[in-house]
Nanobody
Framework: QVQLVESGGGLVQAGGSLRLSCAASGLTFTHYRMAWFRQAPGKEREFVATISLSVDYADSVKGRFTISRDSAKNTVYLQMSSLKPEDTALYYC???????????????????WGQGTQVTVSS
């Protein structure tokens, strides 16, 4: 079965950096768009970044976060820099089969999800 396993979360001071990883198995990695979403307590899950042939970022992270993928390792990464307390959330990796969709930012279009990794940024 398909598994997405995130790692790399933790506690960091404001201004610091973290790199999240998401290892995928059970799917043909190159046939999927990959994305990162996050959810803070009491808030809805929100789009962070996505990658297929191109990349897209939420305005709140543009210029600070970088998404990348390594098809040889079936892994997608999220390099996070200049972290802010408002970046504190549970970060989820998601996978979506290539196809016709209205938006790459809608979590409802993603078929597979990881369990999440916690990122906490202290002020």
């Amino acid at each position: 079965q398909v598994q997405l396993v995130e790692s790399g979360g933790g506690l960091v001071q404001a201004g610091g950096s973290l790199r999240l990883s998401c290892a995928a198995s059970g799917l043909t990695f190159t046939h999927y768009r990959m994305a990162w979403f996050r959810q803070a307590p009491g808030k809805e899950r929100e789009f962070v970044a996505t990658i297929s042939l191109s990349v897209d970022y939420a305005d709140s992270v543009k210029g600070r976060f970088t998404i990348s993928r390594d098809s040889a390792k079936n892994t997608v990464y999220l390099q996070m820099s200049s972290l802010k307390p408002e970046d504190t959330a549970l970060y989820y990796c998601a996978a979506r089969r290539f196809g016709a969709y209205s938006s790459a930012r809608d979590p409802q279009d993603y078929q597979y999800w990881g369990q999440g990794t916690q990122v906490t940024v202290s002020s």
